[in-house]
Nanobody
């Protein structure tokens, strides 16, 4: 199986910065993509940033230019550097990875979600 461990959320003042981390472990053969999504109270979950196996990135319109996604292939870890945070960035942030996993000797395509980490931007 595949597990995700997220860290880095917390309380920050407007204009501040935070870095989120998400480490994947388990029977991973290939990581196709790693991404961050967020869900604010009363709103639908939305894409924040995505990075693919070849390093291509995609950002949500509201965070482009302020957030940066990166990854460490050796550690199977994805990071989200969040700068110039705004109150509207307050949400639970979820990591999602798409992997080819070895399950009982068979290759299985899995999409795994992390448990979520709360980011609160407030003065």
């Amino acid at each position: 199986q595949v597990q995700l461990v997220e860290s880095g959320g917390g309380l920050v003042q407007p204009g501040g910065s935070l870095r989120l981390s998400c480490a994947a472990s388990g029977s991973i053969s290939v990581i196709n993509s790693m991404g961050w999504y967020r869900q604010a109270p009363g709103k639908e979950r939305e894409l924040v940033a995505l990075i693919t196996r070849d390093g291509s990135t995609n950002y949500g319109d509201s965070v482009r230019g302020r957030f940066t996604i990166s990854k460490d292939n050796a550690k199977n870890t994805v990071y989200l550097q969040m700068n110039n945070l705004k109150p509207e960035d307050t949400a639970v942030y979820y990591c999602k990875v798409a992997v080819l996993a070895d399950i009982d000797g068979y290759g299985r395509y899995l999409e795994i979600w992390g448990q979520g980490t709360l980011v609160t931007v407030s003065s």
